[in-house]
């Protein structure tokens, strides 16, 4: 008795990013934090008489923490942008993938593990810009009388860091500050010369998103003496 087995070829890969935002010349791979979107591509090797199947060709079922996704389902749909029904909670995302007739199936899934937002501080020099080579850490050893310092708010879902959805709450030593021009800068100019240490907070805030926020300060030396009781003016 002669026997023969069929092995037809199906296999779903998931690959998937954050839809969040990072500075110009971030190389890194962005990561996924509280209530931000994430992308999720289906790459697929069905292959049915010797021929791989295109996405067209193919029905895409899919799922997020399980629960079917009907609006982002149907023929050719690989690509699927959802954000977590549960915020606080891995994100797990899932598809099967059939031919027309279903006679092929494959199935694939992530999960996500979502963090928190991040800020980091720069100098904006007016002679060379956002020195993006070197974020400001503490302490801060303010070497003129006058610095701009920018926000920028990484990992945030946002498409920049002006949206208009992110506020921007600056602080000089607990005390709160307003910026003057572009939300996320701030300047700072020492009009005394007292010594002594400043501590510059700011919270960013998605107004969309309550769980997404990011807390970040900046310890700034004086060196000079003087009896002035002011460090800053704006």
């Known amino acids: 008795i002669n026997t023969a087995t069929a092995i ?10 954050p839809v969040a ?3 110009p010349f971030y190389k890194g791979k962005r990561l996924y934090t509280y209530e931000s979107p994430i992308r999720v591509i289906a790459i697929q090797e069905i292959v049915e008489n010797g021929r791989r199947l295109t996405p067209d060709e193919l029905v895409f079922k899919w799922k997020e923490n399980y629960k079917l996704i ?6 050719g749909k690989d690509t699927i942008v959802v954000r977590n029904s549960v915020p606080l909670k891995p994100i797990v995302v899932s598809v099967e993938i059939s031919t027309l007739d279903n006679s092929i199936t ?12 991040q800020i980091l501080f720069y100098e904006n020099s007016p002679l060379y810009g956002v020195l993006w080579n070197r974020a400001l850490t503490s302490p801060f050893a303010l070497a003129q ?35 003057t021009g572009e939300k996320n800068i701030l300047t700072l100019r020492q009009e005394s010369e007292q010594t002594g240490n400043a501590l510059l907070g700011l919270r960013v805030a998605n107004t969309k998103g309550i769980f997404q926020f990011a807390d970040g300060s900046l310890s ?13 003016g704006f």
Request: glycine content about 6%.
């Open 8 to 17: 037809v070829p199906a296999e779903a890969n998931l690959v998937w990013e």
């Open 21 to 23: 935002y990072a500075p």
């Open 70 to 75: 009907q609006s982002a389902s149907g023929a």
């Open 106 to 117: 494959a199935t694939g899934n992530i999960s996500a593990e979502p963090g928190q937002p």
């Open 145 to 179: 009388k006058e610095i701009s310092v920018l926000a920028a708010p990484y990992f945030f879902g946002v498409s920049n860091a002006a949206d208009q959805k992110l506020q921007y709450n600056w602080t000089i030593n607990s005390a709160p500050v307003s910026s």
């Open 220 to 232: 700034i030396e004086l060196s000079k003496k003087t009896s002035e009781t002011n460090f800053f």
